[in-house]
């Protein structure tokens, strides 16, 4: 079973700039390579939420709440997504996790965002 590993939360001022990983170690570099990926947050209290996709193309989509603001990448031949999170608000505070879009693997851990006001 896949089990993606986060990494790269942690905490920072509002506007200010953070980056998270995930890697997929466990998955067929094939199989990676054909899912398109997501990222998803869970805020305090709150139902997890999907922020944004990537395809194997590398063609995203992005939460309105997001836009502009994110961007998803994807390093295929490592099985890592990566998220850069800009001009960070404090709703942005959340455990971050990726996934296939359809949810399929088994969660991770997450990693922590904090962004203080």
């Known amino acids: 079973q896949v089990q993606p590993v986060e990494s790269g939360g942690g905490l920072v001022q509002a506007g200010g700039s953070l980056r998270v990983s995930c890697k997929a170690s466990?998955?067929?570099?094939?199989?990676?390579?054909?899912?398109?990926m997501a990222w998803y947050r869970q805020a305090p209290g709150k139902d997890r939420e999907l922020v944004a996709t990537i395809t194997r193309l590398s063609s995203t989509n992005y939460a309105d709440s997001v836009k502009g603001r994110f961007t998803v990448s994807r390093d295929n031949a490592n099985k890592k997504i990566h998220l850069q999170m800009n001009s960070l608000k404090p709703e942005d505070t959340a455990v971050y996790y990726c996934n296939t879009d359809t949810r399929e693997w088994s969660w991770g851990q997450g990693t922590q965002v904090t962004v203080s006001s």
């Open positions: 466990r998955a067929i570099t094939s199989v990676f390579n054909s899912k398109i």
